[in-house]
């Protein structure tokens, strides 16, 4: 979000994109951030030579842990951060030569409410299109309103509104300037399921407008709904792809074993070579096998000497859940 102030100078006339332009929104290449002095202890690299793009008119999603640098690297692209090294072209905009015209095209809702909690929607709406010089807005904000179903809370106070409606109010001042692109960084943490998928509508419908979406989660079930994701960890791309493709990349059959003692199993199993991919989710197990009909006896054989009870077994489809973990176990 900008800084909650009015601009000193007048910000450059928007220009125009061309719709000619490549179908890439957002290139990068080596693209890294860190923080101290190299060589320091205290130094932490949030980011590490990240490669990749994104399409015009998709949703991709950045998708890690907390501390993986999802929100260092979506405030690299929106540059509000100096990369240490690499490159990006956003929009056609490189991020460094032209950082301050790149601004007049992206939106960018942060993670925290940031928006004047003793101002009403309507005058949130309204800070925001100044600072945009977006000049007759007021079609635009009935518009905005009613898209995201404020309408009816105009006058309220910020302060007053639920945490799902502080962030459609949120997404609606990161739209006023009508950006090509919307950097969302966790837009949906601490939100109530109903608010959530309100929120997934409204994300919908903009793409449909073409409005490219780069949205940071730490939700696998909401990856599933980008067009392609990159699953980061440790300020490192681990894999960039669509979600499909990225199941796809683990050979095998996953089982799934509800049994007594989840922690307990996990640790007999994970012991043993040949039984060594297993994850534990809540009070179940999720076991890749080459050969279920001859691995699965042996695991059953195993759980049972060791009095764990086996309460259901069952081949599940790979889930981005089962990668992500994978991938961290093999870094």
Not at 70 to 99: M, Q, Y
Not at 100 to 116: A, C, D, N, T, V
Not at 207 to 216: F, N, S, W, Y
Request: aromatic residues 6%; proline residues 5%.
């Amino acid at each position: 979000m900008p800084e909650k102030v009015l601009p000193d100078k007048v910000l450059p006339e928007k220009v125009p994109l061309d719709k000619a332009l490549p179908e890439k929104a957002i290139e990068i290449l080596g693209l890294k951030r860190g923080f101290g002095k190299p060589g320091e202890k205290t130094y932490v690299e949030a980011v590490s030579e990240m490669d990749f793009s994104v399409d015009r008119g998709e949703m991709f999603g950045i998708v890690g842990p907390d501390g993986a640098g999802k929100t260092t690297l979506i405030r690299l692209l929106c540059g509000i951060l100096t990369p240490s090294a690499g490159t990006a072209k956003i929009l056609g905009f490189d991020l460094l030569k032209n950082t301050e015209e790149l601004k007049r095209h992206i939106g960018y809702l942060s993670q925290r409410f940031s928006l004047y909690t003793d101002l009403t929607v309507d005058e949130n709406i309204e800070f925001f299109a100044e600072i945009h010089e977006v000049k007759g807005y007021e079609a635009r904000r009935d518009e905005l309103l009613e898209f995201t179903r404020l309408t009816p809370f105009r006058n309220r106070l910020a302060d007053k509104l639920s945490g799902g409606m502080k962030q459609k109010l949120a997404l609606a001042c990161t739209l006023i300037h009508k950006p090509e692109i919307i950097f969302l960084d966790e837009p949906t943490t601490g939100v109530d399921p109903v608010s959530r998928r309100d929120f997934w509508k409204i994300l919908s419908s903009l793409l449909h407008e073409g409005i490219t979406i780069v949205m940071a989660t730490p939700y696998l079930d909401e990856a599933e709904r980008c067009t392609r994701v990159a699953l980061v960890n440790n300020g490192k791309l681990m894999i960039a792809d669509a979600p499909k493709r990225i199941k796809d990349t683990v050979k095998g059959t996953m089982v799934e074993i509800v049994c007594a003692e989840v922690r307990r199993a996990y640790t007999l199993l994970k012991a043993q070579t040949e039984t060594s991919n297993v994850q534990a989710f809540g009070d179940r197990l999720n076991v890749k096998l080459e050969d279920p009909a001859r691995e699965l006896p042996h695991i059953l054989r195993t759980l049972e000497q060791a009095n764990i009870v086996v309460e259901q077994t069952r081949t599940v489809p790979v889930s981005l859940e089962n990668v992500f973990i994978s991938l961290m176990s093999a870094a």
